[in-house]
């Protein structure tokens, strides 16, 4: 196989997939094959180079889809909503809730939240898609103080920001935020469908009340390198009158 073809295959499928929606659906390396007249291997190698270059996002079992990775911009001076976030990027969000409890919260949630290790919270673990491709994974926790009951608010409205503003009568704002490339525990990885020892972003996040500046949620997300550019903002707090 001269590298060149597949290069060359690859460079005009990236042309069309320019013109297609974020979520398309493509074809397989069999229809590349055919209409380039290649060898299976050669359409193998075109579509390993669209992936590199994160155009394109196989998922198992479903087939090949056109990727656009957004920039997910972090900023004080933004909502910390992930739904308007994503839609501000110019994408459709969708939120999954995997899981709701009550639970002890962890010394080290505890310590972020400012409540004592143990204090009664509720745990919220949500998949996250982007124009219907899967994004990310999250834990956030709430302590009951701030909400009672999120269980059947959850399954209502997706955005934990508008469920704080509207039941719980707070203003969210970003007060601390830390984003690392790491190594997903084996929960991550199957909730993310991705590989084994395949780094990830991973948003360590704050939220306090504008007025009172209680800690409100503190979370944990997960997110796929292929599927979103997380950008920092360094630009102060959040004001509601910039709105």
Same mark, same amino acid.
């Given at each position: 196989?001269?590298?060149?073809?597949?290069?060359?295959?690859?460079?005009?499928?990236? +042309?069309?997939?320019?013109?297609?929606?974020?979520?398309?659906?493509?074809?397989?390396? $069999?229809?590349?094959?055919?209409?380039?007249?290649?060898?299976? +291997?050669?359409? !193998?190698?075109?579509?390993?180079? =669209?992936?590199?270059? =994160?155009? @394109?996002?196989? @998922?198992?079992?479903?087939?090949?889809? @056109?990727?656009?990775?957004? *920039?997910?911009?972090?900023?004080?001076?933004? #909502?910390?909503?992930? $739904?308007?976030?994503? /839609?501000?990027?110019?994408?459709?969000?969708?939120?999954?809730? /995997?899981?709701?409890?009550?639970?002890?919260?962890?010394?080290?949630?505890?310590?972020?939240?400012?409540?004592?290790?143990?204090?009664?919270?509720?745990?919220? #673990?949500?998949?996250?898609?982007? *124009?219907?491709?899967? $994004?990310?994974?999250?834990?956030?926790? #709430?302590?009951?103080?701030?909400?009672?009951?999120?269980?059947?608010?959850?399954?209502?409205?997706?955005?934990?920001?508008? #469920?704080?503003?509207?039941?719980?009568?707070?203003?969210?704002?970003?007060?601390?935020? !830390?984003?690392?490339?790491?190594?997903?525990?084996?929960?991550?990885?199957?909730?993310?469908?991705?590989?084994? %020892?395949?780094?990830?972003?991973?948003?360590?996040? @704050?939220?306090?009340?504008?007025?009172?500046?209680?800690?409100? =949620?503190?979370?944990?997300?997960?997110?796929?390198?292929?599927?979103?550019?997380?950008?920092?903002?360094?630009? %102060?707090?959040?004001?509601?009158?910039?709105?």
């Amino acid at each position: 196989m001269v590298r060149s073809r597949y290069v060359e295959i690859a460079d005009t499928l990236a +042309a069309e997939l320019a013109e297609l929606p974020a979520g398309s659906r493509i074809a397989g390396e $069999h229809e590349i094959a055919a209409r380039f007249e290649v060898g299976r +291997a050669a359409a !193998r190698a075109a579509m390993q180079e =669209l992936e590199q270059r =994160l155009l @394109v996002r196989r @998922v198992r079992g479903a087939g090949t889809f @056109v990727n656009r990775r957004i *920039d997910y911009v972090i900023s004080q001076r933004r #909502i910390p909503s992930w $739904h308007q976030t994503v /839609r501000e990027a110019g994408a459709v969000p969708r939120s999954v809730v /995997r899981d709701v409890r009550r639970e002890p919260l962890p010394e080290a949630e505890a310590a972020r939240l400012e409540r004592p290790a143990g204090s009664p919270a509720s745990l919220l #673990i949500r998949q996250y898609y982007v *124009d219907d491709l899967l $994004h990310g994974w999250s834990n956030e926790w #709430i302590p009951l103080d701030v909400l009672a009951d999120i269980n059947i608010a959850v399954h209502a409205i997706e955005s934990v920001d508008s #469920i704080l503003r509207q039941m719980s009568k707070v203003q969210p704002v970003r007060a601390w935020c !830390r984003v690392s490339y790491t190594l997903p525990g084996p929960e991550v990885v199957t909730g993310l469908e991705t590989e084994s %020892g395949r780094p990830v972003w991973l948003v360590e996040s @704050v939220s306090r009340d504008a007025a009172t500046g209680m800690p409100v =949620l503190c979370s944990r997300s997960w997110s796929r390198p292929d599927s979103a550019r997380i950008v920092v903002e360094m630009d %102060g707090p959040y004001q509601p009158e910039d709105e």
